[in-house]
């Protein structure tokens, strides 16, 4: 059975760096194939992709927030880490982490998601 | 980046077809996949690969393709089908993206 779980703080303040962990199970990260992406959703809008990490390592940003955006690893225990700098209220979001299928491939399994407010 | 446009809404009736299309200019290069989202939940995919049904997926959901859009069809609309659906593609760089999402009303 895959899970997924976001972790991180619930509260930001303007120009903070923001850090968030997915740690996962059901999968490993070294299997050929087997990418972990995070993907976040502003309060009543759309889903927004933001970064994906592969099994050999490679990363894959979003165009429009590649500049604030690092995304890495760690296989042995498990998690993906993802760190946003120079938070600002409009990023105020729920932040999902998923396991994506192979490359250009499916987000099959999700968390629950990681509610997270930018704000002095 | 590139972008893929949905309805912002569309209603029907129980037991009527349910037909959200979503376009994009990429989209005949890469397959699109769909996800459904009730209130407070995490996005669940219900088509992969154009036309896929993920296991457990009920047979009412379908998907198709012609040219710069895809639809995704619910056929026998039930209330549990009430929700907001999202496609999603990526393009040759590796990088992805997600629909402006539709909202599904049961009369």
């Known amino acids: 059975q895959v899970t997924l779980r976001e972790s991180g703080p619930a509260l930001v303040k303007p120009t903070q760096t923001l850090t968030l962990t997915c740690t996962f199970s059901?999968?490993?990260?070294?299997?050929?194939?087997?990418?972990v992406s995070w993907i976040r959703q502003p309060p009543g809008k759309a889903l927004e992709w933001l970064a994906l990490?592969?099994?050999?390592?490679?990363?894959y940003y979003s165009t429009s927030l590649k500049t604030r955006l690092t995304i890495s690893k760690d296989t042995s225990k498990n998690q993906v880490v993802l760190t946003m700098t120079n938070m600002d209220p409009v990023d105020t979001a729920t932040y999902y982490c998923?396991?994506?299928?192979?490359?250009?491939?499916?987000?099959?399994?999700w968390g629950q998601g990681t509610l997270v407010t930018v704000s002095s | 980046s590139y972008e893929l446009t949905q309805p912002p809404s569309v209603s029907v009736s129980p037991g009527q077809t349910a037909r959200i299309t979503c376009s994009g200019d990429?989209?005949?290069?890469?397959?699109a996949y769909w996800y459904q989202q009730k209130p407070g939940q995490a996005p669940v995919l219900v088509i992969y690969?154009?036309?896929e049904r993920p296991s457990g997926i009920s047979e009412r959901f379908s998907g198709s393709r012609s040219g710069t859009t895809v639809t995704l069809t619910i056929s026998g609309v039930q209330a549990e089908d009430e929700a907001d659906y999202y496609c999603?593609?990526?393009?040759?760089?590796?990088?992805?993206?997600f629909g402006t999402g539709t909202k599904v009303t049961v009369l």
């Open positions: 998923a396991r994506v299928l192979g490359s250009r491939g499916e987000f099959d399994s």
């Open positions: 999603q593609s990526a393009d040759s760089s590796g990088t992805y993206v």
């Open positions: 059901g999968f490993s990260l070294s299997t050929s194939g087997m990418c």
């Open positions: 690969k154009d036309n």
């Open positions: 990490i592969d099994w050999a390592d490679d990363k």
């Open positions: 990429a989209l005949p290069k890469q397959y």
